[in-house]
Structures are given as C-alpha cells and as structure tokens.
C-alpha cells in the first residue's frame, strides 16, 4: 500500500511542477505528538506517540481533481485513539468529475443528507473519526431540485466495514421568492444499511431501512424545520450480542424553529429519538472508538469552551440498552432553547459600550413507556418524559467596560444524570461560574486571566481553576493553566496544570505545552470520547498551503 | 525506517515546494437563509474579501468577528472590503447560529458549511482561520486571533499592491 501511495504522490508532486505557475497543489499537514510520563493505558510501551495526517488536493483542470491523504502514526499512536491506526496508510483517496449541474466521485465519501439524523460521513481528527465510505456518489443540481445517489463500504479503522451503505437524497425546493422573502424546501432521503451477519440466521432482515422527510420554511424573520424518520426492524445489540427475541423499530422527530429581528434571535428545538443508532457493523454498537457509524445524532446541548465546564456533559441517548431491572432505556426526548440580545450602546443596560446577552435552557428525558426486562421488550408513549438525563440552565453577558478591557461573565447551572447517561451511579447538580477578562496592553500585546469555580455536594465536590495568557505579538502567546479538585480529600485534591506556548505564521501553527490532562469524556461537536488521564509534553504542529 | 523517511520527505516537498491554493474553490455553501451559492462566486469580484471560518462555540473565532464588526465600517470608507463568516457549525450547533448572528448585529454575510466540505477543500485544520482575497486571488492566510489583530488584517490589506 505504501508503495503505490509514494508513486502516486510523487507522481503528482512532478506533475505540480509543471503547473507550478497555475497553484493547482493544495492540502494541509497536522502533527500532534505527545512525550509520557504518565498514562493509563498498561500496555503502552513507547513513551513517544504521535499522528500524523498529510492532506492534499490536486487540481488536474476544472472538471477533475483528485484528494489524497495520508496518515501516520509513528512510532506508535497516541493513546486512546483505535488499536488498529498504526504505522504509516492511505486513508483517504478520491477522483472527482464536475461538469455544469453534475458531479460524480469515486474513492473516499464525505457527505451529509439532512442534518444528519440518516446519514454523515466525516473526519474528525480529535475524536479519531473518519466514517467515510469507500464507492461512489453522483449528484445533480438545478436551482430548484438537487439529488443525490451514493453507495459502498465505510471506512472502519484502516479497513473497510462488513456491512454497505447505500443512499438517495433529494431536495425541492417548492416556494423561492425573491420579492418578499420566502423560501420552502421539501427533502426526502432514503438510506440502507445491508449487512449479513456471520453464521447465524436471524428473523429480521438483513437489509435495514431509514427513510428521512424534511421540510424547512425560511422567511425574513421566521425559520421553522422539521425532519422525521422511520427506521425498519433491527435487532437490539446488547451486551455485544442480537437476539431473535429483541427486535425493534426506530424513529426519529426533530423540529427546530427561530424568531430572528436585528438585535435578537431566539431558538427552540424539540427532539425525540427511538432506537436510532445505525451502524455498518451491527456489533460495533457500544463501542468506544465511534467506528461505523452511520449517522450522526449529537447532544443537543451548548457547547462550552471552558475546562470546569466540560465536566459532566451530556451525550445523546439514542439507543436500547437494558442493563438492569432498575435502568431501562429506548431513546431521549427533550429541548432546547436559545435567546441571543444585544443591549445597546448608550442603553441603561449596555452601557458606554453596550453588552451582548445570550441564555441557554436544555433539558433531556428517557423515553416513558411500559418496559419489561424478561423478556425484554419496552412501549414507549409518543410525547411522554421519563426519567430525567441531564438539564442545563445558563447566562452568558460580553461586556465591554472600555476600549482596553472586557469580560465574559458566564453562570451555569446543571443537572447530570450519571446512573442513566454513563449506566453507573449517582446524580450530580453543579453550579459553574467562569470570569474571563481581557485587558489590551496596546496594539499587539494583551493579557487574558480567566477565574472559573464548579460547587457540588456530589460526585467529588468542588473544584477550582484559573488561566492566565499573555499575548507578546500577534504571533507568539505563552499560557499556563490549571483545575484544582480541592474539596475531593479521598484522591488527595487532584489537579490538573497546562503550560504552553504557540506560535502562528501566517497559515502555520506550532505549539508546546507540558503538563497533567485530566481524563473523562471528551466530547467535541455533541459526540463524545473517553480519554485517559496522562502527564506529558506535547507538541502540535499544523500548516495549510 | 524507511517508511519515516519517505513520509517526512513528501511532507517537505509539499510543504515547500509547491507555491499553495490560489483561488477560492467551487463549494456549494448555505446563506443562513437556506439558499445555495458556490463559495467562488460568494467572494468579492471587485476589491477584497476576509473569509473567516467560525462556529458558535468558538471564543477567539467570536471575539475575531466581533471586532472586524465594530471596525468594517470605517475601513470601507478606506477600501472596498467584504466579510463572509463562514460557520463551520454541524447541525448540532447550526441552529444557533442564525439567533446569535441577529443577537449580535453582524451586518457581514454569514455562510454556513455544515458538514465541513468547504473548510476540508480550503485545507483549514483549526478555527479560527482567516483568508484574504482580492478580485478571487488569495493574498494571505492566517490561524488564529489575538485581540487587535483585526488591525494587523487590515494592514495587509492596505499594503497590498493591487
């Protein structure tokens, strides 16, 4: 495999050249490495891991271009990362045609039908996914119809799933009007999952069926989209084995509507899901590495940047899972609220400067229903809440106090569910506060200190972190950050530190840090990934070009 | 070994010797409206374009946007400069972004580029990333946003040699 990569890089390395005036080479490298000292993983020899992925475009004219990327993971991988990336491979490879209205590729698919809840193929390189399916897509657009045909085999580790994909979509676009502004579209999908499993021969079929209806209206200042799913009979996965008596429907309802004006936006989304994981292996179901995922069914939940925030977050529940008498579960159900405002300069509120508001409100539910444990089996009511997952209310106020200094003030209250999100035990409610506050020196150079506290009576109590920044140019900033568990006696008030350093030209950015990484979930864009504690130096590098 | 080598040789030679993307490509993207437009055609064909990658969980990639906000104005009096933020948002996030452009009263275009196919072709591994264009040419690109920096942005622009 090496060896064809080579040649055909090479080959169009010189082919480059020849087109050098024209710029028609493009990609990207990303290097992320990291020296342990300390790490969990028992088995793991080599105190060096890192990944490494090269990513290149090349255009041979306007109609072809073919991608390429190549990954390595030398000496070893980083940890927590699936047992099966080593060494050096292909992992993505693609040709692709377009002429006017038309395009067709052939290779490595990347694609997205809806928001999703059927099918997304994608990389994402701190989660280790890459779900992309290896066959063909052929797509054609009008300014009123566009559809889409695809089908193969995903990606799994650096091979191929036993399972096939197959996929339609399309969408019509029925009002577009451009005098007062009106717009509705009306989407259809459909996508097939064929897998035969090995050696048993079960009652539901090996072909199973998801088929997706969306509608979306969008005007000046109203939005409004609804997407509904119905997925065929599918044996339940548990305890990594399917059963014959175990064998449900799925579904999926998920209605999103807004009310925009300058200076406000509010949000509302409902969403219910029903045994809905779809995967191109069926066992790969619970396991942690997210391999053959078909579809993609995030946490609808706000997405936090700061480290005390990121404790105890929530990750979707789509799936059956039956482990004891006591927790029984066949989906969630729940909502979620935005509200964005700017209060204006000059206004009492906002002040000299004026300030910028936005409130979050989430609240996620089990499925209720009449559940039996044996025989298994559950019926769930369409619009009933069960037992509560998780709830999150928060604030966040920008505030500029002059033309040198502002902060965010953000508080947060939360409610995690950890005996049915994580199926181990204890409820948690936290409070989070975080202040950061920037402060510009002159031009170039700033200082940004960040205080943040997380009260709990529960799991291992408070906690405590702070941050501090100092940007010397725009170029070079060096940091040092830390959380304190000072309340949690029992581990001898564990914390966590980061020093580092980074440097940015143009396109280019190179990194430094030494220190302790807490371990837990890391969830990034609602999909989240169990990663171990480790003590180490890092080093990142990434360029585009 | 081996393998080591040659990885590392092809890096270096992509790396430095090619002379890098020069043109925006032919991506379909989203307005926060629902209507399609190809990203080459969504550039400025007349002065400058800042294209800027974001989402609504990124801290530096709003504080960026924010600031350009408060400034484009006084430097259109200067030159003939568009902003497209380009929102990397994944239907997760995507639904908040229409609110939070209101919210907020960005008065640039915002484009959004949900399953990535725009960011993947434009090369972009972190946000924020920002692009500079002039009549479709890239003239510069950086990662990253410290506060001011939007000043520096501005000079590269200014200085350009069009």
């Not at chain 2, 484009?111 to 003239?139: C, W």
Request: aromatic content about 16%.
């Amino acid at each position: 495999m090496l060896k064809s990569v080579t040649i055909t890089l090479t080959a169009l390395f010189f082919l480059s050249l020849s087109y050098s005036q024209s710029n028609r080479i493009y990609g990207s490298f990303e290097s992320n490495a990291v020296y342990y000292q300390e790490n969990e993983e028992e088995d793991y020899e080599n105190k060096l891991g890192s990944n490494n992925y090269l990513n290149i475009k090349y255009l041979f004219n306007s109609n072809w271009n073919v991608e390429i990327q190549v990954e390595s993971y030398l000496p070893r991988r980083l940890q927590s990362y699936s047992d099966s990336f080593e060494d050096t491979h292909l992992s993505t490879l693609s040709i692709n045609y377009s002429k006017k209205n038309f395009k067709l590729s052939v290779g490595s698919i990347y694609d997205q039908f809806g928001s999703g809840l059927v099918l997304r193929t994608w990389e994402d390189r701190q989660l280790g996914i890459n779900n992309s399916i290896w066959g063909f897509r052929t797509s054609f657009d009008t300014d009123n119809v566009s559809l889409k045909l695809l089908g193969g085999w995903q990606k799994k580790g650096i091979g191929i799933s036993s399972g096939k994909i197959a996929g339609f979509d399309s969408s019509i676009t029925l009002i577009n009007s451009d005098t007062k502004y009106q717009n509705l579209i009306l989407g259809l999908s459909y996508v097939g999952r064929f897998e035969m499993p090995h050696y048993i021969s079960y009652d539901f079929n090996d072909l199973t069926n998801l088929f997706s209806t969306r509608l979306d209206y969008f005007s000046d200042d109203f939005y409004f989209e609804y997407e509904q799913v119905i997925k065929s009979k599918d044996g339940i996965t548990q305890f990594g084995s399917i059963s014959n008596e175990f064998v449900k429907k799925g579904s999926a309802h998920s209605l999103n509507l807004g009310v925009t004006k300058p200076g406000f936006g509010l949000d509302m989304t409902f969403r219910r899901l029903e045994n809905m994981p779809l995967f191109s292996d069926r066992f790969e179901q619970g396991e942690i590495y997210n391999e053959s995922n078909v579809n993609y069914l995030p946490a609808l939940t706000k997405q936090h940047d700061y480290q005390l925030a990121n404790i105890n977050v929530y990750e979707s529940q789509p799936n059956v899972s039956f482990p004891d008498p006591e927790l029984m579960k066949s989906g969630e159900i729940g909502y979620q609220f935005d509200l964005y405002y700017d209060l204006k300069e000059g206004s009492s509120l906002g002040g000299q400067y004026g300030s910028k508001l936005s409130l979050n409100i989430s609240s996620w539910y089990n499925l209720k229903g009449q559940y039996t444990y044996y025989p298994s089996d559950y019926d769930t009511d369409f619009l009933g809440f069960g037992e509560k997952y998780f709830s999150e209310q928060s604030i966040e106020i920008r505030k500029k106090w002059s033309n040198k200094f502002d902060n965010i003030f953000l508080f947060i209250n939360k409610y995690y569910n950890r005996r049915f999100v994580e199926e181990k035990s204890g409820e948690i409610n936290s409070q989070i506060l975080v202040i950061d506050n920037t402060l510009k020196l002159n031009n170039k150079k700033s200082i940004r200190l960040e205080i943040q506290h997380l009260s709990t009576k529960d799991d291992k109590k408070n906690w405590y972190g702070y941050g501090l920044e100092y940007n010397f140019n725009y170029n070079f900033s060096a940091y040092y950050n830390t959380i304190v568990n000072y309340e949690n006696l029992e581990d001898n008030k564990p914390n966590y530190y980061s020093l580092g350093a980074s440097y940015n030209k143009n396109a280019s950015r190179f990194s430094v840090s030494y220190g302790k990484q807490r371990g837990g979930l890391l969830c990034y864009g609602g999909i989240c990934r169990y990663i171990p504690e480790f003590k180490g130096l890092s080093f990142s590098i990434n360029t585009s070009f | 070994m081996l393998k080591k080598i040659i990885f590392c040789f092809l890096v270096c030679f992509f790396t430095y010797n090619t002379h890098g993307q020069d043109i925006i490509p032919n991506i379909n993207l989203k307005t926060i409206n629902g209507q399609t437009i190809s990203a080459d055609e969504a550039v400025n064909k007349d002065g400058f374009t800042i294209v800027s990658f974001w989402a609504t969980w990124c801290i530096p990639c709003i504080n960026e946007l924010d600031a350009i906000n408060e400034v484009i104005s006084s430097w259109n009096e200067k030159e003939n400069i568009k902003v497209l933020a380009v929102s990397t948002d994944d239907s997760r996030s995507k639904k908040r972004v229409r609110p939070l452009v209101n919210g907020k009263n960005w008065i640039f275009d915002v484009l959004s580029d949900t399953n990535q196919e725009f960011k993947r072709a434009m090369g972009v591994v972190g946000i924020p990333h920002t692009v500079v264009t002039y009549k479709s040419e890239i003239i510069h690109r950086r990662i990253g946003y410290t506060p001011g920096e939007e000043e520096d942005l501005f000079e590269v622009i200014s200085n350009y040699k069009k």
